[in-house]
């Protein structure tokens, strides 16, 4: 059964950075491609990178330029979200889940979700 636990998230300010890891266990994991979603209150979440299974093909769903990086490595069963000068609207609660299939930003079509991790961008 896949597994998923985020960490990283945390009061952050304007501008600055952080890196959110998601930590993925369970048989055949490497086989899974995993995307980073975001959810903000009273928002509608959606996803905000995606990244292959073999780590060799990434998506970037949101627009952030070059804000945004996704990378893992999958000796350690672990995927990365780097965010770089953060926004107020990067604010919210950050997931990563989990398919044996092709990068989306269709929650729905993913077979396992992490319980999330806070960020929180205020001066």
């Known amino acids: 059964q896949l597994r998923l636990v985020e960490s990283g998230g945390g009061l952050v300010q304007p501008g600055g950075s952080l890196t959110l890891s998601c930590v993925a266990s369970g048989p055949g994991i490497r086989d899974y491609t995993i995307t980073w979603f975001r959810q903000a209150p009273g928002e509608e979440g959606g996803g905000v990178a995606c990244i292959r299974a073999r780590g060799d093909s990434t998506d970037y769903l949101e627009r952030g330029g070059d804000r945004i990086i996704i990378s893992r490595d999958n000796a350690k069963g672990t995927v990365a979200l780097q965010v770089h000068r953060l926004k107020r609207e990067d604010s919210g609660k950050y997931y990563c889940?989990?398919?044996?299939?092709?990068?989306?930003?269709?929650?729905?079509?993913?077979?396992?979700w992490g319980r999330g991790t806070q960020v929180t961008v205020t001066s």
């Open positions: 889940a989990g398919r044996q299939e092709y990068c989306t930003g269709s929650g729905p079509e993913y077979d396992g």
